[in-house]
Nanobody, 118 residues
Framework: QVQFVESGGGLVQPGGSLRLSCAAS???????MGWYRQAPGKQRDLVAS???????NYADSVKGRFTISRDNAENTVYLQMDILKPEDTAVYYC?????????????WGQGTQVTVSS
């Protein structure tokens, strides 16, 4: 089973940028992939997704600021985050998109913490 390892999080000031990486342990070329985030006391939400064909979709809260991309040769998915806001503070996870929650539950990794604060 493919495993996902997220990296690239950290502490950044409002208005700053971060680039998150999601390294998969196996072949993900045919997977739709997503970046999810979970803030303390809140549910985990999808913020960006990319299909196997490269079509992207974003939550309204990040549209115009975040960019999802993928490198199938490297089995890696990226999330470029610009103009970061304090409300973007959360643990960020990558996982498969367009699958049932039961199936998705098998793939959750440790995530990477993003903190936006001055």
């Amino acid at each position: 089973q493919v495993q996902f390892v997220e990296s690239g999080g950290g502490l950044v000031q409002p208005g700053g940028s971060l680039r998150l990486s999601c390294a998969a342990s196996g072949y993900i070329r045919t997977y739709s992939m997503g970046w999810y985030r979970q803030a303390p006391g809140k549910q985990r939400d999808l913020v960006a997704s990319i299909t196997s064909a490269g079509d992207t979709n974003y939550a309204d809260s990040v549209k115009g600021r975040f960019t999802i991309s993928r490198d199938n040769a490297e089995n890696t998915v990226y999330l470029q985050m610009d103009i970061l806001k304090p409300e973007d503070t959360a643990v960020y996870y990558c996982n498969r998109d367009r699958v049932s929650p039961v199936l998705r539950a098998k793939y959750w990794g440790q995530g990477t913490q993003v903190t936006v604060s001055s």
